[in-house]
């Protein structure tokens, strides 16, 4: 009798330590520019400046220097999936902002990208081969490079000679 009421607070113990631990909300991980969409409503083309954007957005993610300044801000919220997928993190908000400003520092392009429009984008299949035959210039000047990294001091090659003299 004794033993079974010591099994049972047990068991209430061990309960009530679980349902403690376990949460209810969500795990949120957040990643750059908290609500970007409601943010870059506020920008407007050919009047806004830099100082406005970084005072409404702060510094960009990416900066790109072409003939235009491209300025890129990203936001991305990903949470955990449910049990079946044992937890893997699920991304559930991913917005891209694409910011153009001139040479006279106003914003002249703006594009807002949501996790929607990105799954319109299409990616090319195609890619680069590349072209270092072991005869090249390119790959004779790299295998100098890396044997002169691994070696500086040239000790490796004085070991193999005085090996191969004896």
Not at 13 to 19: D, E, G, K, M, Y
């Amino acid at each position: 009798m004794y033993l079974s009421f010591m099994f049972k607070i047990l068991y209430i113990i061990l309960l009530s330590f679980i349902v403690t631990n376990c949460s209810f909300k969500p795990v949120v991980k957040h990643h750059g520019v908290p609500f970007l969409d409601k943010k870059q409503k506020s920008l407007i083309v050919n009047k806004s400046n830099i100082n406005d954007i970084k005072q409404i957005l702060g510094n960009p993610s990416t900066k790109s220097k072409f003939d235009n300044d491209i300025w890129i801000y990203i936001e991305r919220r990903q949470t955990q999936s449910k049990l079946k997928k044992l937890g893997k993190m699920k991304i559930y908000k991913n917005d891209i902002l694409v910011l153009e400003i001139n040479n006279y520092g106003v914003l002249k392009k703006k594009e807002f990208y949501n996790i929607d429009d990105m799954k319109n984008i299409k990616i090319t299949k195609a890619s680069t081969d590349d072209k270092f035959d072991r005869n090249s210039f390119i790959y004779d000047f790299m295998s100098s490079m890396r044997q002169k990294m691994n070696d500086p001091l040239g000790q490796r090659a004085k070991k193999r000679k005085k090996i191969s003299q004896r």
